[in-house]
């Protein structure tokens, strides 16, 4: 099973990005994005499950939107702000997470690599 992550970039206070992470091996019942800041905890971004029930962190309400093509995932990241710079790793489960245990790093089974995304302002 291999996740493949891409997207991340420098980009300036405003702008859009999209991250892409394509799974190969097996078909997903769920599957997220998480992101860790520097100097900060790894922290839950938004996760979609097969049937496109989605879950997100509050601060990106709005601006960000998960969605998948079978087994890809992508978060169309749109307003990006200072904060939100980080490295986001995609996550993937066989199963079917809902509610709280969607927002759980350990609740996932699979790890992409990170890419890294730059917001300056």
């Known amino acids: 099973v291999q996740l493949q992550a891409s997207g991340g970039g420098l980009v300036q206070a405003g702008d859009s990005l999209r991250l892409s992470c394509a799974a190969s091996g097996r078909t997903f019942g769920s599957m997220g994005w998480f992101r860790q800041a520097p100097g900060k905890e790894r922290e839950f971004v938004a996760a979609?499950?097969?049937?496109?029930r989605t879950y997100y962190l509050d601060s990106v309400k709005g601006r960000f939107t998960i969605s998948r093509d079978i087994n890809t995932v992508y978060l169309q990241m749109s307003s990006l702000k200072p904060e939100d710079t980080a490295v986001y790793s995609c996550?993937?489960?066989?199963?079917?997470?809902?509610?709280?245990?969607?927002?759980?790093?350990?609740?996932?089974?699979?790890w992409g690599q990170g890419t890294l995304v730059t917001v300056s302002s």
């Open positions: 979609i499950a097969w049937g496109g």
């Open positions: 996550a993937a489960k066989e199963g079917y997470l809902y509610g709280d245990a969607a927002l759980l790093y350990r609740s996932y089974n699979y």
